[in-house]
């Protein structure tokens, strides 16, 4: 966490200075992202630079196309959300996935069980199931941990399997939806269910709730004295204690509160997005929202530039697979290097832990 | 004759528990010396693919084996340089080698889809073949990977219990600096266990494509780098126990299609989910004790300090 | 400081002036005279299912002049799908080719949005106006491959591997144990599900739990046939292959016979449809001596059941359907009333198991 700039040179403008900071790391991410995906399109034996002219058609310089990326972004900030807000209290959540799922999951069994309710009562009833089933999903590996019996990385890690099964079992069975094509998936959700969408492209209203999310997370941490105590928590939870911090009770909460974040998720995808549940809601959402949260440094707006990178990426995968006919696969290997040049150099972000 | 179910069980879980168990090995012996790898999913899906391809291409599958074997340990030599060298954050490296396994297994593997090969040979012993009630079974019907599984986790224990460079190593795991001052150099020992480590995944790697599946398909281990973590705290990182681990592992994927294949009325989905059940009521139940036996210095803030 | 401030924005400014500029003379390419796109769930490679699409359309490709084939491969069955779909429009396809049931949603609001592209989805479903669906009928052909399964076995127990519980998966089960029952009255259907259209891993695990169950002849219906005949060739077992006839060289000794698709013909049609302008969306689903082959029989197959699995493969392609009532599910409930049918639209809505198929389906 950086403290004030050195006594030498006053900062005139602290906000400026943020925000030239964070660019300019940020910016150097990404033009070194656009020289190191180039490198690899010319080991493929493709053009980089018809790949970028075909991302930047089909992603910024269009209007679908950047509704897309909007689309992309916003799983992808609550799965960060998830990673860093306990990751303030020292806790490493890679449970993201399971608690997005678990989310889904509560969602949609409030919007079946309420299907004739209007809307007014029906979204924020699964806005809330979205946050709750993700929230005691990820409470359980707090509370093993606040108990000293399993480390939360394991827990959270084997959780992970767990909701999507659940999903599988309730669409091939009790919710297994009576359309024709017999494919598994539950039926639609009631429409009073749905969340609304933009300006008629894919964006949903969760895109202004992740934002929101975000920055009640920045405003949590940064701004308030329950931030003071997980960071304190973080920094030596054994002087936390003695300083008469409830530091059991923050590993629940801190955990808990991540994981409602990627049920927000959950919820999003399904009624945003989908429009009912199905087995494929996340292409591993919770995995690349620990890496975007990495990469950030836990900070707002960090999330948010990273996120919106590892947005064009995504699209470019799958733009030039079908375009240039290249692998989607080579954008992982892309997000593998950008994250191992940044761990490898000195002045990589300080993360807390 | 049908096979009763604790031969079928038993057979399923070998063939199913032996790429865990080498997984397990080659985690454990990476811990025990400080270092936790997350990505291990990674190193099974390099092993995997580039077992595949260069069985396929060569028509050897012992070029296959030694060239998973290989290029899983420089994976995790590249893993080994950020963590140790550039003192990087052990988990997010570990996350970081998971998309590159992801997508270098693809890419390889993705020449290969569709390839045909006869894969590693089976050999049984003629006198245990001629058993009736074994004969018809896959037991004791096994490729040298799973024949040679468990005497590599005796030889594991023995290395990490019995030698000088073992006692250095857990040394380094338990405690870096002391280890330092006493003469030891724990870069070096990490630097040492880590292509050792990497390769025992990537031999799970290919005994899953060579031996298993005998194909390619992308993201085909599934999770198992993954329940090869929690094995490793499982076993208390002690080999020995990890081949325990693994059969109950490999028993429990096995259990849920047995029992299928016997026309139980149990869903298949819930008998998925034993294995990942079975492993957290495991570390529940032996959550304290198992704490303390893991290697102290283990990923400096794997544990934190509560 | 200002240095790097100003550095980074010229090089962000330059790197979008010049994606810019190279952007406009991509549009502007030559136009061939039709491209179809296809979105596939697994590999092209896969010696299965996606192998089989990825077969036709190379064909039409050689046999009409100025057709080029976009693909994307191993694209989730989610809204995820709809993204690509969009993505090949926008690269000019105008005969979009979705070949998963789990592609249904997207397909059908993509195809919504875009009128003048024609669709066909592999499925079902109501038609629309630029939206037609088709599928090969194996569920009747089925039923030949279940005689020739009823005719080897030795043990009376068949094997039969699901990928994903759908309703067309239901109805090849149901079709190989109908068939099976009419030339040997003690068969039963062991059905064992993995889950997934292409789990290695369970497949090969699958095939074993079956041969320890005694299953002496096994089938299946997942993406790709390979892991699962080699595994039961491995232990001198017989297979019955499914979606690619080319499965017979995994198993020499083993292989019995096997269903594969011949989409060419239909495609070949549609793109003709389509370049003249005369699409229009129909529900076209075809079977045994279309769309749907019988592959050759392997060297132990005995004379006299060739015969009697022809003889069943011609009157199914006759129009025979072995989905006719009285039929009561393995519960004891009956399914189909006495001259009742399943009709081959309704194929997909399929969700039991038929008497004589040992398996659960929740």
């Known amino acids: 966490m950086r403290l004030a700039p050195t006594a030498t040179r006053p900062a005139a403008n602290p906000l400026a200075g943020t925000i030239v ?10 033009v070194f992202v656009l020289a190191v995906f180039g490198a690899v399109l010319l080991a493929s034996g493709k053009d980089p630079l018809k790949a970028y002219a075909d991302t930047f058609r089909f992603t910024l310089a269009s ?59 029906l979204l924020p009833v699964v806005l809330l199931l979205g946050f709750l089933g993700g ?97 304190a928590i973080g920094g030596n939870p054994e002087a936390a204690r003695r300083l008469g911090i409830a530091v059991p009770a923050w590993t629940v909460a801190g955990l808990a509160l991540g994981g409602g974040f990627a049920g927000l998720a959950g919820m999003g995808e399904a009624m945003g997005i989908a429009g009912r549940l199905q087995q494929s809601l996340s292409p591993g959402y919770g995995f690349t929202g620990f890496l975007v949260a990495w990469l950030a440094g836990g900070r707002p707006l960090g999330i948010l530039l990273m996120a919106f990178l590892f947005a064009v990426i995504t699209a470019a995968g799958d733009i030039l697979q079908i375009s240039q006919g290249l692998p989607y696969a080579v954008v992982n290997i892309l997000l593998a290097t950008i994250l191992f040049v940044v761990l490898a150099s000195r002045s990589a972000p300080r993360t807390s832990k | 004759m049908t096979t009763p179910l604790v031969a079928g069980l038993l057979a399923g879980a070998i063939l199913s528990g032996t790429s865990l168990l080498y997984a397990t090995l080659g985690e454990t012996l990476v811990e025990r010396s400080g270092i936790v790898n997350l990505g291990l999913e990674g190193l099974l899906l390099i092993g995997a693919s580039v077992g595949f391809a260069l069985t396929a291409a060569s028509g050897n599958p012992w070029l296959g084996v030694a060239g998973a074997a290989a290029a899983a340990a420089s994976a995790n030599l590249l893993f080994g340089w950020l963590v140790v060298t550039r003192k990087a954050n052990q988990l997010a490296t570990g996350l970081g080698l998971m998309f590159f396994g992801f997508g270098v297994s693809a890419l390889i593997g993705s020449r290969y889809t569709g390839a045909v090969i006869s894969g590693l040979p089976r050999w049984r012993p003629a006198w245990l073949g001629d058993v009736a009630w074994i004969k018809s079974t896959t037991l004791f019907n096994y490729d040298l990977l799973t024949w040679l599984a468990v005497p590599v986790a005796c030889l594991a224990w023995w290395v990490l219990f019995e030698t000088r460079w073992g006692l250095g190593l ?66 208390k990182w002690n080999p020995l126990w990890a081949i325990a681990g693994a059969l109950l ?40 004790s198992r704490r303390l036996a893991a290697p102290a210095s283990l990923g400096r803030t794997f544990y934190g300090s509560s | ?89 926008q690269q000019g396809a105008k005969l979009v080719v979705p070949t998963s049931f789990g592609y249904a949603d997207a397909s059908r609001r993509v195809a919504r949005r875009h009128r003048d592209v024609a669709f066909e989805f592999a499925g079902d479903g109501d038609p629309e106006r630029n939206f037609g669906v088709f599928f090969g009928s194996t569920q009747r052909a089925m039923y030949a491959m279940g005689v020739a399964a009823g005719k080897m076995t030795k043990t009376n127990k068949l094997g039969f591997v699901l990928g994903v519980p759908i309703g067309y998966s239901l109805g090849n089960v149901n079709g190989f144990e109908l068939g099976a029952k009419s030339v ?60 690619s006839i080319e ?16 989409w060419a013909p239909f495609f070949t049609q549609i793109a003709k449809d389509v370049m003249a302008g005369k699409f229009s969306g129909q529900a076209i689903y075809r079977g045994l001596g279309d769309m749907v082959v019988i592959a050759p029989f392997g060297p132990s197959v005995p004379p006299d059941v060739q015969t009697a699995v022809k003889k069943a493969g011609d009157e199914v392609a006759g129009g025979f359907n072995p989905f006719t009532g009285p039929l009561n599910d393995n519960e004891g409930r009956p399914q189909l009333p006495p001259g009742g049918t399943v009709g081959l639209d309704q194929m997909g809505r399929m969700n039991w198991y038929v008497d004589g198929v040992i398996g659960t389906l929740r």
Not at chain 1, 21 to 30: K, N, V
Not at chain 2, 206 to 235: C, D, K, N, P, Q
Not at chain 3, 29 to 34: A, I, M, V
């Open chain 1, 135 to 231: 929230a005691v999903w990820a409470a359980i590996p707090g509370a093993l941990r606040a108990a000293k019996l399993v480390n939360e990385t394991v827990s959270t890690l084997l959780l992970n399997y767990i909701p999507p099964l659940i999903v599988s079992y309730l669409i091939f069975g009790p919710w297994r939806s009576p359309e024709n094509s017999g494919f598994p998936q539950s039926p639609r959700y009631p429409k009073a269910a749905l969340l609304p969408s933009l300006f008629d492209t894919r964006v949903h209203a969760g895109l202004l709730v992740a934002l929101a999310g975000l920055a009640a997370y920045g405003w949590l941490v940064d701004r308030t004295r329950w931030g003071v105590e997980m960071r």
């Open chain 3, 1 to 89: 400081m200002r240095l790097k401030i100003a550095a980074l924005s010229g090089a962000f400014v330059l790197a979008g002036v010049l994606a810019g500029l190279l952007a406009a003379p991509v549009a502007f390419g030559q136009t061939p005279g039709l491209i179809i796109g296809a979105v596939y769930v697994g590999s092209v490679n896969d010696y299965g299912y996606n192998r089989s699409f990825h077969d036709a359309l190379a064909q039409v490709a050689r046999d009409l002049p100025g057709v080029k084939v976009i693909e994307a491969e191993n694209v989730p069955e989610s809204a995820a799908a709809e993204s690509v779909l969009e993505n090949m429009i």
């Open chain 2, 170 to 235: 857990r040394a380094v795991g338990e405690n870096p600096a002391a280890a330092f001052a006493a003469g030891r150099d724990p870069a070096a020992l990490q630097y040492q266990v880590l292509p050792l480590g990497g390769a025992l995944a990537g031999l799970a790697g290919a005994h899953l494509s060579l031996a298993v599946t005998l194909t390619w398909s992308e993201y085909m281990t599934g999770g198992r780098g993954f329940i090869a973590i929690a094995l490793v705290i499982f076993s």
């Open chain 1, 21 to 30: 900071r964070g660019f300019s790391r940020y910016g150097l991410i990404t």
């Open chain 3, 184 to 243: 040997n009255p003690k068969a039963k259907t062991v059905a064992v599900v993995t889950g997934g259209w292409s789990d290695k891993a369970k497949e090969a695990a699958a095939a074993n739990a079956l041969l320890d169950q005694g299953c002496d002849v096994v089938s299946m219906h997942v993406d790709s046939p390979a892991t699962i005949i080699q595994a039961v060739e491995a232990r001198g077992g017989m297979s019955i292959g499914f979606q």
């Open chain 2, 249 to 288: 592992f490999g028993g429990a994927e096995a259990l849920q299609l047995q029992l299928q294949a016997r026309g139980t009325g149990i869903s298949p989905f819930f008998l998925d989910m034993v294995p990942y059940l079975l492993t957290l009521l495991v570390l529940l139940a032996w959550g304290g």
């Open chain 3, 247 to 262: 499965a017979r060289a995994l198993a020499p000794k083993g292989w019995i016979t096997g269903l594969g698709f011949n």
């Open chain 1, 63 to 121: 209007a679908y196309g950047f509704s897309e990326l909007l689309v992309r972004v916003t799983p992808l900030l609550f799965a960060a959300i998830a990673v860093a807000l306990p990751a303030r209290l020292g806790l490493i959540n890679v449970g993201g996935e399971g608690q997005l799922y678990m989310g889904a999951l509560a969602a949609s069994a409030g919007a079946f069980q309420l299907a004739a309710a209007p809307a007014w009562i």
